[in-house]
């Protein structure tokens, strides 16, 4: 579970970027941060997985705080996929993927295998597609590699952020039901951005509406926050 207990983030400059944000993630849910550009869900994502550090407040992963989690302990127990995956250009898929398992010293079998696993799980069957480089996949593909090294090291916790926002909105739509399909085998406790509500509805346990200020402004399930 992820706990975000009165969150404040005020940049250098002044600019309080989010306001005393309270949210509760319970494990396996998918609970999906929507609203504006700028009203501060990157800036709450890179909070909960220490890229930056809140101004104020609490952020707990199984009701430790993060700031007491080691880089490496935090890697592990988090996936993070965002929009523009930023794939290694000259790694192959399986190099790709492999990232996080190879920083953990995992000997070169159990890479190979997990590695297949994941590739096949993402649909990309990997006898296609482990040797291929990412400017030989689409942009789709490319989202799916990067899903795929997010859960390499089996993460109870996975960050999305934009992970379908540069997508063609059929392909786009594909993602999501494969993503939710994926879901049903996975797992995960997910905390994923949007600015999309229809995305944010057809994904979400839960959604928690941002508004600019980096205030909550709702937070409920989709038939609560649609029936506002
Ligand atoms: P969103 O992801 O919802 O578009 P962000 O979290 O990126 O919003 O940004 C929230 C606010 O914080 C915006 O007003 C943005 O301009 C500001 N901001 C983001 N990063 C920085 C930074 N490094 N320094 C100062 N202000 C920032
Ligand atoms: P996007 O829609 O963003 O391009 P997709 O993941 O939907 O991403 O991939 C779509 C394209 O990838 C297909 O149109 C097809 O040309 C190509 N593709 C899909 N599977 C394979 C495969 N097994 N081998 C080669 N190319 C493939």
Not at 8 to 35: F, H, M, W
Not at 73 to 86: A, D, H, P, S
Not at 143 to 163: C, I, N
């Amino acid at each position: 579970m992820i706990t975000l207990d009165k969150v404040t983030k005020r940049y250098d400059n002044g600019q309080v970027a989010v306001r005393e944000l309270s949210l509760e993630v319970p494990e396996g849910d998918i609970c999906i941060l929507v609203g504006p550009s700028g009203c501060g869900k990157t800036t709450t994502m890179r909070m909960v997985n220490r890229l930056i550090e809140p101004t104020a407040g609490r952020i707990l992963l199984d009701g430790e705080d993060v700031t007491d989690v080691d880089p490496v302990g935090l890697r592990r127990r988090m996936g993070y996929v965002i929009q523009q995956v930023g794939l290694f250009p000259h790694h192959t898929v399986a190099d790709n993927v492999a990232t996080v398992p190879l920083l953990l010293g995992w000997d070169k079998a159990r890479v190979g295998d997990r590695t297949d696993e994941l590739l096949e799980l993402v649909g990309l069957p990997p006898a296609d597609y482990r040797d291929r480089y990412p400017h030989q996949l689409s942009g789709g593909q490319r989202q799916r590699v990067g899903v795929a090294r997010a859960l390499a090291a089996d993460p109870p916790v996975l960050l999305m952020d934009e992970p379908f926002g540069a997508i063609d909105p059929i392909s786009r739509d594909r993602l999501q039901r494969e993503f939710l399909r994926l879901q049903e085998t996975v797992r995960k406790t997910i905390v994923f951005v949007t600015h999309d509500i229809d995305e944010a509805v057809t994904l979400g346990d839960r959604i928690a509406v941002m508004d600019v200020g980096g205030e909550l402004a709702r937070f409920g399930t989709p038939n609560e926050i649609l029936s506002d």
